[in-house]
């Protein structure tokens, strides 16, 4: 049974950082692609970032390249979102998914297999 589990959401000021985290168990991220959507309050959920596994290639949403980062440790079976100079356009809850790696580049929900539970982030002075 494949499970992601997200972690370390919560409220951060404009400008500030967060890193939030995600656990994957049941699936081998070698094989996979694994990264990040958000969804704001009546809003479609958006592809944020995405990294293959194999190699490491990621890739970001116009609106947080340059600021956030994703990483993984395939020995942790854990992908990572570093968000830094956060605005509150940033405001969302974050899921975490996993797909084929073919679409590491299309990271959109329907090519998803495997979705978290989500995160939420607030970012607010």
């Known amino acids: 049974q494949v499970q992601l589990l997200e972690s370390g959401g919560g409220l951060g000021h404009p400008g500030a950082s967060l890193r939030i985290s995600c656990v994957a168990s049941?699936?081998?991220?070698?094989?996979?692609?694994l990264g990040w959507f958000r969804q704001a309050s009546g809003r479609v959920r958006e592809g944020v970032a995405s990294?293959?596994?194999?190699?490491?290639?990621?890739y970001y949403a116009d609106s947080v390249k340059g600021r956030f980062t994703v990483s993984r440790d395939n020995a942790k079976n854990t992908v990572y979102l570093q968000m830094n100079s956060l605005k509150p356009e940033d405001t969302a809850v974050y899921y975490c998914?996993?797909?084929?790696?073919?679409?590491?580049?299309?990271?959109?929900?329907?090519?998803?297999?495997?979705w978290g539970n989500g995160t939420l982030v607030t970012v607010s002075s």
């Open positions: 990294i293959k596994s194999s190699d490491g290639s990621a």
């Open positions: 998914a996993a797909g084929n790696p073919a679409y590491v580049r299309d990271w959109f929900p329907w090519h998803m297999n495997y």
């Open positions: 049941g699936l081998t991220l070698d094989y996979n692609a």
